[in-house]
């Protein structure tokens, strides 16, 4: 069974930086893309970012471009999302995301806060 952990969530002031990580368990991490989404109270679920298996390919929400990154470590079954310039629109429930074995997969979420 396909387990999705998330952690590192935080309250942090406009302007900062979190980071994000997500372990995986439970199927072959390296061979699976993996990928952020966010939701905001009230709000649809957002896609945030993308990265390919092997880690070579990363696509970004508009949001999010330029101030965010996806990565990944294959060896800790992990992936991170480095989030700088925070803003208050980032504020939502952080969630990883995975497809495999024909089903959507989701971790619980994290919770990240960005406010003065």
């Known amino acids: 069974q396909i387990h999705l952990v998330e952690s590192g969530g935080a309250l942090v002031q406009p302007g900062g930086s979190l980071t994000l990580s997500c372990t995986m368990s439970g199927f072959s991490f390296d061979r699976l893309m993996m990928s952020w989404y966010r939701q905001a109270p009230g709000m649809e679920l957002e896609f945030v970012a993308r990265i390919s298996p092997a880690g070579g390919d990363r696509i970004y929400g508009d949001p999010v471009k330029g101030r965010f990154t996806i990565s990944r470590d294959n060896s800790k079954n992990t992936v991170n999302l480095q989030m700088n310039s925070l803003k208050v629109e980032d504020t939502g429930v952080y969630y990883c995301?995975?497809?495999?074995?024909?089903?959507?997969?989701w971790g619980q979420g994290t919770q990240v806060t960005v406010s003065s």
């Open positions: 995301n995975t497809y495999a074995l024909l089903s959507e997969h």
